[in-house]
């Protein structure tokens, strides 16, 4: 997908003249401008996190938004007298968003400019389309999933989550193990394949390849007795994450080949990936064939990359950005001891 | 840059992030306890940066990265063949 029809993720707003009317902190916020509280309720309807960065005080800005009913749909608002570039840099950050998934609303050309010159990716919109957002093509969405309809509660979590992370002295590992995690590994159904090609159209840098593919593929794939196609759920202590974990394999006669590994970047830290991989291997061990996994190279995936090569995988073919790699150790992986793994019975095609 | 400050770089970084008192030059580093996606991305780009190098995609492997001394090794090839 090239840059432009990249879906938006994550909209942040500008407070004075484009939600509301007038000046806060210069005579006070006037009422909301027509078609705003609509786009907001319907992006959020359709998965779509929504932030604020505006120059104001935090304090009378929060009263405002809670007084006109929205502050609740805004995750981890920056409201401050710094720059919007700044605060903008924030919000992706802490919503691990990258800049090409993300918009941004204002009414003032002069700060469009400062937020894009810092972060050229980003999509800024004059404040006067507010309402007709909600129809331009980079904000559609295919179906709303349950993981869409949950996705604003699944963000705060992850926020709680990272706070208690940052206030735990000891290291990343440790921290995991407070949480008691559960990844529940099962087998694709019908009814999981709106979300199953929502993961491959929203994730770009956990993707080891890419591939996307039409509900009637992906049909096709779970009832094929050839590919191995499961999906995995992530709850801990704060709640659940989600659907947040893809792997489709393929067997042949000689080896057990992963076509697709996908991780939402929501969960990027807490060791999916790895284990995903690791129910691979025990796979291929069942089978007594070796597992191979195909790995084509984006501008964004490098770290998918790296998480093969260093779990134990290596080349075994090379045809420029597309790679084979096959796993070279005589035992499979073992999980990591903070995820308690369930794993969903025995694989049958559908 | 000799080799024993290479290492001495790479250990601070690990110290910093892993906050594992423990740890040796000869720590099993990859084990599934040390690493994940985010950390095993960091690390990669640690090295690259700290030392001024862009590995290639073969140099990135278990043999080179499954120790600090691994990781000091690595670099010190690149460093010497500047």
Same mark, same amino acid.
């Given at each position: ?6 879906q ?7 407070l ?5 009317e007038?000046?806060?902190?210069e ?6 401008? =027509?078609?705003v ?37 805004f ?32 009414d ?7 937020v ?17 957002? =909600? ?10 999933t ?8 699944m /963000? ?33 159904t ?7 090609e ?26 094929? =007795? ?11 202590? /704060? #709640? ?10 393929e ?17 990027m ?28 190279e ?10 093969y090569?260093?779990?134990g ?10 790679v ?7 035992e ?5 001891e /903070? ?5 969903g #019975?025995? /694989?049958?095609?559908? | ?13 690990f110290?910093? @992030? ?13 084990k599934?306890?040390?690493?994940n996606?985010l ?19 073969? @140099?990135?492997? @278990? ?20």
């Amino acid at each position: 997908m090239s840059n432009n029809e990249q879906q938006i993720k994550c909209v942040i707003w500008d407070l004075d003249n484009t939600v509301w009317e007038g000046v806060l902190s210069e005579g006070g916020a006037g009422a909301l401008l =027509p078609g705003v509280a609509e786009t907001i309720r319907e992006l959020d309807r359709r998965g779509i996190v929504q932030s604020v960065s505006s120059k104001n005080d935090f304090d009378n800005a929060r009263k405002q938004l809670e007084e006109k009913g929205l502050w609740d749909y805004f995750l981890c608002p920056q409201i401050s007298w710094n720059s919007k570039s700044e605060g903008i840099r924030t919000i992706l950050e802490l919503l691990n968003i990258k800049e090409e998934a993300a918009a941004f609303v204002d009414d003032s050309a002069f700060e469009r400019d400062e937020v894009r010159f810092v972060l050229p990716k980003i999509r800024a919109y004059d404040a006067a389309l507010a309402g007709s957002i =909600p129809e331009f093509p980079e904000f559609q969405v295919r179906f709303v999933t349950e993981d869409a309809a949950r996705r604003r509660e699944m /963000y705060r979590a992850d926020l709680e989550r990272q706070s208690a992370e940052e206030a735990f002295a000891g290291s990343n590992e440790d921290f995991l193990s407070t949480l008691h995690m559960k990844l529940a590994i099962e087998p694709v159904t019908e009814p999981a394949l709106q979300r199953v090609e929502e993961l491959t159209i929203r994730t770009h840098q956990l993707n080891s390849t890419g591939y996307t593919y039409s509900y009637e593929e992906l049909l096709k794939l779970i009832r094929s =007795p050839r590919h191995r196609f499961y999906i995995c759920e992530l709850t801990d202590d /704060y #709640g659940t994450s989600g659907k947040v974990g893809l792997l489709l394999m393929e067997e042949s006669e000689e080896a057990l080949t992963i076509k697709l590994l996908i991780v939402s970047c929501r969960v990027m830290t807490r060791g999916i990936g790895t284990a995903l991989l690791c129910f691979a291997t025990k796979q291929a061990a069942e089978t007594g064939k070796p597992l191979r996994a195909e790995f084509l190279e984006t501008d964004y995936n490098r770290i998918m990359y790296i998480t093969y090569k260093l779990s134990g995988f290596e080349e075994i073919e090379e045809d420029g950005d597309r790679v084979l790699l096959e796993y070279q150790h005589a035992e499979p992986m073992e999980y990591p001891e /903070y995820l308690e793994i369930q794993e969903g #019975g025995n /694989y049958e095609p559908q | 840059m000799d080799k024993k400050e290479i290492r001495e770089r790479i250990f601070r970084f690990f110290v910093e @992030e892993k906050k594992d008192e423990g740890l040796t030059y000869d720590t099993e580093l990859l084990k599934s306890k040390h690493v994940n996606s985010l950390f095993a991305l960091q690390m990669v780009a640690f090295v690259e940066k700290e030392f001024g190098i862009k590995l290639k995609r073969k @140099e990135i492997s @278990e043999k080179n990265f499954h120790s600090i001394n691994a990781i000091a090794d690595l670099v010190e090839q690149h460093v010497a063949g500047k």
